[in-house]
C-alpha cells in the first residue's frame, strides 16, 4: 500500500469527509464552469438532455441495487413531482444564467438559497424564526440586493432568471426537508429524469452537432455531476453536517478562480461586497440553527 493509501485509512472519519466535501465543492465548481464553457455553443437544452443521459446512465447500476420498485413507490406523489418541476426549472434556470453573467456572480446569487429557505420555512414546514434570525435573514436580503447590482453590460432579464433559479434551488430544499424517508438514490433519479425531460423538449431548438470532442466533454459533464453528489453524500456518512455543510461557501472562491482562468472574469467590488454579506448571514443563520437544535 503506498504511504498516501496508509495516510487515508489512518485518517478519522471526521476529517475525511472534510476531504471528501472539499473535493465534491470542487467538482461541483468544475461542473458549473464546463457548463458555462458548453452552453457559449451548445443549447441549454441540448446541454442538459446529454448531461443527463450520461448521469442517468451512471446512476442505472445503483439503482439496480436497491431495485426500481423505491422509483414508483414513493411518500407524497404529488410533493415529489413539485420537486422534479422545481430541481428542472433550477437547472435550467442557473445554465441559462451563466450564459449571460460571470461564473462568481452566478454562484453568489445561488448560495443565498439558505436565507430564502430561512424566510420561507415559518410559512412552508412551519417552522418557528427569532428575531435574531429574521435580523440575520434581512441582513441577507440586503446582501443579495447590493450583489444584483448589475453593471452596464448585463441584460436585466439575465438577473431574473438567475434569481428564479435561486428560489427554485431554494424549494428544492424545503421539498427535500419534508421528504426525508425518500431515500437518496430516488430524488437523484426522479432530479436527473427531471433535466432530461426538459432538455429533451427544448434540445431541438437550435440543435448544434457535437464535435467529437465536445460530445466528450458534454459526456463528461454528466460524470463530473455523478462524482459531486456522490462526494457530498458520502461527505455526510463521515462527519457530522455541523462540519461539511458549511463548506459549501468554498464554491465561490473556486467559482472567482475558475470564472478568471477560463473566461478572464474579474469579480464586481458590489459583488464581492454582496457575497460577503451572504455568505457571513448564512454562515449566522446555519449555526443558529444547529444551536437551537442542541438546545
Not at 446569487?109 to 435573514?137: C, D, H, N, Q
Not at 456518512?237 to 468554498?250: G, N, R, S
Request: aromatic share 12%; charged share 10%.
Amino acid at each position: 500500500m503506498s504511504a498516501g493509501g496508509a495516510k487515508l485509512t489512518t485518517m478519522s472519519p471526521t476529517r475525511l469527509g472534510i476531504l471528501v466535501m472539499l473535493l465534491g465543492m470542487f467538482l461541483f465548481s468544475l461542473n458549473d464552469a464546463m457548463g458555462k464553457w458548453l452552453v457559449s455553443t451548445y443549447s441549454v437544452g441540448q446541454v442538459l438532455l446529454l448531461r443527463s443521459l450520461v448521469a442517468m446512465v451512471i446512476l442505472l447500476p445503483f439503482i439496480w441495487s436497491v431495485g426500481f420498485k423505491s422509483l414508483v413507490e414513493v411518500e407524497r406523489p404529488r410533493l415529489q413531482a413539485a420537486r422534479v418541476l422545481f430541481s428542472s426549472a433550477e437547472v435550467f434556470c442557473f445554465y441559462w444564467a451563466v450564459y449571460f453573467l460571470p461564473l462568481a456572480d452566478v454562484m453568489t446569487y445561488w448560495l443565498a438559497a439558505p436565507i430564502y429557505v430561512a424566510a420561507m420555512s415559518p410559512f412552508l414546514l412551519k417552522e418557528k424564526v427569532g428575531i435574531v434570525r429574521w435580523t440575520a435573514i434581512a441582513i441577507g436580503f440586503a446582501g443579495v440586493l447590493i450583489a444584483l447590482t448589475p453593471s452596464g453590460e448585463v441584460q436585466p432579464i439575465a438577473i431574473v432568471v438567475a434569481v428564479l433559479g435561486t428560489l427554485s434551488f431554494a424549494m428544492i430544499v424545503i421539498t427535500g426537508r419534508t421528504l426525508r424517508n425518500t431515500p437518496d438514490k430516488t430524488l437523484v433519479f426522479w432530479q436527473i429524469a427531471g433535466a432530461a425531460g426538459i432538455g429533451l423538449v427544448t434540445a431541438p431548438f437550435g440543435w448544434v452537432t457535437p464535435t467529437g470532442p465536445d460530445f466528450l466533454l458534454l459526456g463528461l459533464l454528466g460524470v463530473v455531476a455523478m462524482l459531486a453528489h456522490m462526494c457530498v453524500n458520502r461527505a455526510v456518512k463521515l462527519a457530522d453536517a455541523a462540519v461539511v455543510a458549511p463548506l459549501q461557501y468554498t464554491l465561490l472562491p473556486w467559482a472567482i478562480i475558475l470564472g478568471y482562468l477560463f473566461f478572464g472574469d474579474l469579480p464586481r467590488l458590489t459583488m464581492l461586497v454582496g457575497a460577503a454579506i451572504i455568505v457571513a448571514s448564512g454562515l449566522f443563520i446555519y449555526f443558529r440553527e444547529q444551536q437551537l437544535k442542541k438546545r
